[in-house]
């Protein structure tokens, strides 16, 4: 079965750091732009981060830019999201996302999703 | 930054009844680059529509969308109880990937 399976997120002091990962399976996941989601409590979906296939391509939102850091490990069939200067407003569930084309940049729509991890930024 | 603007914000339909959910842009969009998106509570979304009118795996056909330039509609022919959830449309054109705010189809 194709499928995303998210970890690394957690209980954070704000000005703090988490990793959080994603490992694909059952699909050729080098071959795919990925995507970081996150949702906010209450709120609605904000796209985070996209990297491209072969990394050559990568774009942050602007609430993230310079704090973040998307990057992959296609030997793994690893994604991953560094996230450094965490603030109370980062908190929520972050989703990876797989995209629905092959070999395409930016993103076309994503049609696999992992399960969501929860970060917490709180003192 | 392209803003996604939905409405209605809340509709309110009984099952069998035909749904349209709409989407405009601040600007043109290339249809290539805009989705549907379906999110149930405690769910991940759930990719309905590609390239503006494209069905992704799956899903049934009383599911359709259409739509270009800065006007796009999601169509859901007849409600399935299956069907109320929240619904959100994305644009790929350019960075950043905005989301709409999204339209919760509820029962009436």
């Known amino acids: 079965e194709v499928q995303l399976v998210e970890s690394g997120g957690g209980l954070v002091k704000p000005g703090g750091s988490l990793r959080l990962s994603c490992v694909g399976s059952d699909f050729i996941f080098s071959s795919y732009t990925m995507t970081w989601v996150r949702q906010t409590p209450g709120k609605g979906l904000e796209w985070v981060s996209s990297i491209s296939s072969g990394s050559t391509y990568i774009s942050y939102a602007d609430s993230v830019k310079g704090r973040f850091t998307i990057s992959r490990e296609n030997s793994k069939n690893s994604l991953f999201l560094q996230m450094d200067s965490l603030r109370a407003e980062d908190t929520g569930v972050y989703y990876c996302?797989?995209?629905?084309?092959?070999?395409?940049?930016?993103?076309?729509?994503?049609?696999?999703w992992g399960q969501g991890t929860t970060v917490s930024v709180s003192s | 930054e392209i803003v996604l603007t939905q409405s209605p914000g809340t509709l309110s339909l009984s099952p069998g009844e035909r749904a349209t959910l709409s989407c405009r842009a601040s600007q043109s969009l290339s249809r290539t680059y805009f989705a549907w998106y379906q999110q149930k509570p405690g769910q991940a979304p759930r990719l309905l529509i590609y390239g503006a009118s494209n069905r992704a795996t799956g899903i049934p056909d009383r599911f359709s969308g259409s739509g270009s330039g800065t006007d796009f509609t999601l169509t859901i022919s007849r409600l399935e109880p299956e069907d109320f959830a929240v619904y959100y449309c994305q644009q790929y054109v350019s960075s950043p990937y905005t989301f709409g705010q999204g339209t919760n189809l509820e029962i009436k």
């Open positions: 996302a797989r995209d629905v084309e092959l070999q395409v940049w930016p993103t076309h729509g994503m049609d696999v």
